[in-house]
């Protein structure tokens, strides 16, 4: 099991809940992936008709495709039940989410897969907390360390 992780994203949103959703693939798309040839920069989810789309995730073209390669920034269809697809989009409206994938992994059964979260985008001076706290936890790991040797 192959696992790509989106390392911006607990950086840049605080991320509330999240969800497993399957993703709609051409087959030189999910050739690419398990390459590693996957980008999250500035991917995001939105909800179109009813139905929740992936726009801005690049997966790159695959190199011994035919002619018929796909286009590496197309909208994907993501797959959510119904219910969840309510949920997410009465979230969004009310109160002012965004869905962001967290990260995209190939399962057992060769079935691509999408980790998506719900988010709220961070201020400068939640990230500059962030990175401190960080800092200040590195540092009393590396205390501990020197104290046991």
Known sequence: MR?????????NYFL????????VLK???????????????????RAENGEIWLF???ISAY??????????????????NRKEIRKLIT?????????IPEDLYINEKGIVKLTIALAKGKRKYDKRTDLQ???????????IKYQDS
Do not use: W
């Open 133 to 143: 706290k960080k800092t200040e936890l590195r540092d009393s790991e590396i205390a």
């Open 27 to 45: 087959g030189s798309e999910v050739k690419s992936i398990r390459a590693g040839k996957i980008n999250f920069k500035d991917s995001y989810a």
């Open 56 to 58: 801005n995730l690049h």
């Open 63 to 80: 190199d011994t495709a035919s002619y018929n390669n796909h286009d590496p920034e197309r909208p994907r269809k993501l797959l959510f």
């Open 3 to 11: 696992i790509f992780k989106n390392k911006k994203a607990e950086h």
């Open 16 to 23: 509330t809940q999240k969800f497993e959703a399957g993703i």
């Open 91 to 99: 979230k969004m409206e009310e109160r002012g989410f965004t869905l």
